[in-house]
């Protein structure tokens, strides 16, 4: 069973960076593919950004060129560095992950990931 510990966040004003950290534990398998997720109140949950065991990346349209996603596998630890950020960046964030066999699937959908964290909140002032 794996478990993920998120940590960072907080307020920032516009313009501001901040970084999410999510450690994971537990882990077994070879590949994992992990991702970022956030939900602003009132809307669904939305992915950010994924990357799989090789370092691939892909990030949703909103926060291209403004967020970068990474992973230290060594310290089995999930990272996302927020730049340029905006109100509409305000969101509870949610790290997550599940394995994967063979093929990788680039996903975004949240009900592609098995393993979640506890969340962490990002406001961000204008």
């Known amino acids: 069973q794996v478990q993920l510990v998120q940590s960072g966040g907080g307020s920032v004003q516009a313009g501001g960076s901040l970084r999410l950290s999510c450690a994971a534990s537990g882990s077994t398998h070879s590949s994992y593919r992990m991702g970022w997720f956030r939900q602003a109140p009132g809307k669904e949950r939305e992915g950010v950004a994924t990357i799989d065991t090789d370092g691939i990346t892909y990030y949703a349209d909103s926060v291209k060129g403004r967020f970068i996603i990474s992973q230290d596998n060594a310290k089995a630890i999930l990272s996302l560095e927020m730049n340029s950020l905006k109100s509409e960046d305000t969101a509870m964030y949610y790290c997550?992950?599940?394995?994967?066999?063979?093929?990788?699937?680039?996903?975004?959908?949240?009900?592609?990931?098995?393993?979640w964290g506890q969340g962490t909140q990002v406001t961000v002032s204008s």
């Open positions: 997550a992950a599940r394995e994967e066999y063979g093929a990788r699937i680039v996903s975004l959908n949240q009900y592609y990931y098995k393993y």
